[in-house]
């Protein structure tokens, strides 16, 4: 009897204790927080609910925690500084506050957390596409911690430049370029809608414009026909317009427009040229 009622006394004062404890923890919306009270880890749902950010919490039972007041910052760094931190560079926002990132240096990623991929950091407050960031992760989750300020802010504003030109992440290239850039530039493409299939049609022209230029003619315009050719509309030098099926693969002549005997196959576009100008 005696061992119930200490059991009893022991459970009594653990739920005193944890609905007296106050504790510092980041909530995405929609998450839960946790917490360890005598040893053992309890997770709650926050009140309210929708809660997003850092905060003070403050267990109503051993389900519900209470937001008592949002966390300042000397107390987010001092939870943040248990962790490793490391440079990220930020891609796309994926909902609310949490946005996919690539880690700035793989080797050094795996050196502090094991892994180099792309992760989720949650309650970012500061950047942007490409914006170089420093976060940390508790062994599951990733958290904003700053801004990268000791990054190079011509890394960034190069990738910007050409991802407003549309340039498809294989041509990607400028001064101090790193393997991981490319990836993180190529993870914002894939993100953002429509970039990819116009990054693709300008490079398809330029490969189209480039072969008929050094054959002598010049691009007027090129339709899909199916996933294996192009209807391409060009001009010889003398200003004769032609219309031609090109195959995408390595633009050879699927039909010319023009006779040549069954032998459109042996020529490609740019030889296609010479070939109609000296008919």
Request: charged share 30%.
């Amino acid at each position: 009897m005696t061992d119930i009622r200490q059991l009893l006394n022991q459970i009594a004062a653990q739920e005193a204790q944890l609905t007296e404890t106050r504790f510092i923890a980041p909530c995405v919306s929609g998450g839960r927080v946790r917490t360890r009270v005598a040893g053992m880890v309890y997770t709650f749902v926050p009140k309210p609910a929708n809660f997003e950010g850092w905060g003070i919490f403050q267990p109503v039972d051993e389900k519900k925690a209470a937001v008592v007041e949002e966390a300042d910052l000397p107390e987010i760094e001092e939870y943040l500084g248990q962790f490793p931190a490391v440079r990220l560079w930020l891609a796309d926002k994926l909902k609310g506050k949490t946005w996919l990132a690539y880690p700035m240096n793989e080797s050094d990623a795996r050196q502090r957390v094991g892994v180099a991929k792309p992760v989720a950091v949650h309650l970012v407050t500061d950047g942007g596409k490409f914006e170089p960031v420093v976060a940390r992760s508790d062994g599951k989750s990733w958290w904003f911690e700053t801004l990268d300020r000791k990054a190079d802010p011509m890394a960034t504003e190069e990738m910007k430049r050409l991802f407003k030109k549309l340039t498809p992440p294989d041509e990607l290239k400028f001064k101090g370029m790193t393997p991981e850039m490319r990836v993180v530039y190529q993870l914002v493409a894939q993100h953002t809608e429509g970039f990819t299939k116009k990054a693709q049609q300008q490079h398809d022209e330029k490969r189209l414009r480039k072969a008929l230029r050094q054959g002598g003619g010049e691009l007027v315009d090129f339709q899909d026909k199916s996933g294996d050719y192009w209807l391409v509309e060009w001009t010889t030098a003398n200003g004769e317009r032609h219309s031609s099926a090109i195959a995408k693969s390595d633009l050879t002549v699927i039909s010319s427009g023009i006779c040549l005997s069954g032998l459109d196959r042996h020529f490609d576009l740019q030889s296609l040229v010479g070939v109609v100008e000296d008919r």
